[in-house]
């Protein structure tokens, strides 16, 4: 029985803000946001979207009523969780009217957690082949205004619908997963924003990678060969290029042109939208999948995610039969293109705007937002969440 992902899809909040105009408001070179890390846009949610809501915008018009009616999973993967006790996927499982008999979870381990929440989905519906299970990876990147880590800002969110006889991914069981208690990112529960050191991270992200894509080749007797196309954790769209620079002279001139090609395919969305931490693998791989017209039914992809702090892993999945049937590209489409440009000062004023946190009652202004679920206000310690479109 093969176990994957059926349906795959994303949402980023109504606003960006352009690189080059932050690059000139903060004294810098344009060309070190647009090609130094690979950044042409920064995906921006306002009050009224947070984790919860990214990820339930994501799953909301993916899913039919076939699909909600067999929905007995729901895994939140998120390093913005918005309570310190109950899980995002309980708000997540009323928004989108899932059954009551299901299980609701959250998991976290930085930018690595989806991966987890995917490969525990992969478990349940193995046990329970007529069940599936939706997985969400949701974050909002914040490190500051003015700050070195602010042009990798972002935010947004991926949805994934796990299944038996999937029409869109079959996850293949060759997982290789490394774990190591450093600390090149983290966030303290009293911050906001998060500390990192850029340098070690990105060290370390390419050692992760290193180690685990050996291990593979020991576990598998696999080459570059027997990949169609490798995607990557995405913090900025540099990123994976440098891991993937490691090992790209072990293939021969034409696979290595081929495999970069692909590469930079898997970028495009992340271009746009920035780091969404949780989700930002699976948004390369919609991203290749999207903007690709080459790849075939049974092409085989690599796929590296990370989490700072730091777990590793890599694996591997095979395109289905039908996968291009199962994608959402013009409606990806439509959603960047109606997104709005922000002024760096509206920007700015956005960003510094928070909820109470003193339990008082509060109303957001979401009149600008029209996504169908919103973070309307809060009210005696509780966030107050609406779906319009019930």
Not at 35 to 64: C, E, K, R, W, Y
């Amino acid at each position: 029985m093969n176990i994957g992902i059926d349906k795959m899809s994303f949402y980023t909040p109504a606003f960006y803000v352009d690189m080059v105009e932050l690059a000139e408001a903060r004294g810098i070179d344009p060309n070190k946001f647009t090609i130094g890390i690979g950044q042409d846009q920064m995906g921006f949610a306002p009050l009224s979207q947070d984790a919860v809501t990214m990820g339930a915008n994501a799953a909301l018009n993916m899913l039919s009523t076939d699909d909600i009616a067999e929905i007995d999973l729901v895994i939140f993967a998120s390093e913005s969780g918005i309570d310190h006790s109950k899980a995002g996927a309980v708000y997540i499982h009323r928004l989108l009217g899932l059954p009551k008999n299901c299980r609701a979870i959250e998991f976290k381990e930085a930018c690595y957690a989806a991966t987890a929440g995917l490969s525990y989905a992969r478990n349940h519906v193995a046990a329970h082949p007529t069940k599936k299970a939706l997985v969400i990876g949701s974050d909002i990147a914040r490190y500051g205004l003015n700050t070195p880590g602010e042009p990798t800002q972002g935010a947004g969110a991926v949805a994934m619908l796990v299944a038996a006889e999937p029409r869109l991914l079959v996850l293949n069981d060759d997982n290789v997963y490394l774990t190591d208690d450093i600390m090149d990112f983290w966030r303290p529960l009293y911050s906001e924003t998060a500390c990192v050191q850029g340098k070690y991270s990105t060290e370390q992200y390419i050692r992760f990678f290193n180690d685990v894509w050996e291990q593979y080749q020991a576990n598998t007797k696999a080459t570059l060969v027997d990949f169609a196309a490798l995607c990557f954790h995405l913090p900025y769209t540099k990123m994976g290029k440098k891991a993937l620079d490691t090992i790209i002279e072990t293939a021969s001139p034409e696979k290595a042109e081929a495999l970069m090609a692909y590469y930079q395919l898997s970028t495009k969305y992340s271009r746009q939208i920035g780091n969404i931490y949780t989700g930002s693998l699976y948004l390369g791989v919609l991203s290749l999948l999207e903007h690709d017209e080459t790849l075939m039914p049974g092409d085989r992809l690599g796929l590296f995610s990370y989490g700072s702090g730091a777990v590793g892993e890599f694996f591997s999945a095979t395109l289905a039969p039908d996968f291009r049937k199962q994608l959402y590209t013009t409606a990806h489409a439509a959603q960047l293109q109606a997104r709005k440009q922000l002024t760096i000062a509206a920007y700015e004023d956005l960003f510094v705007a928070s909820l109470p946190t003193d339990g008082s009652t509060y109303q957001i202004d979401d009149s600008l937002d029209q996504a169908p679920i919103k973070l309307t206000g809060m009210s005696e310690h509780m966030r107050l969440y609406t779906n319009k479109s019930c």
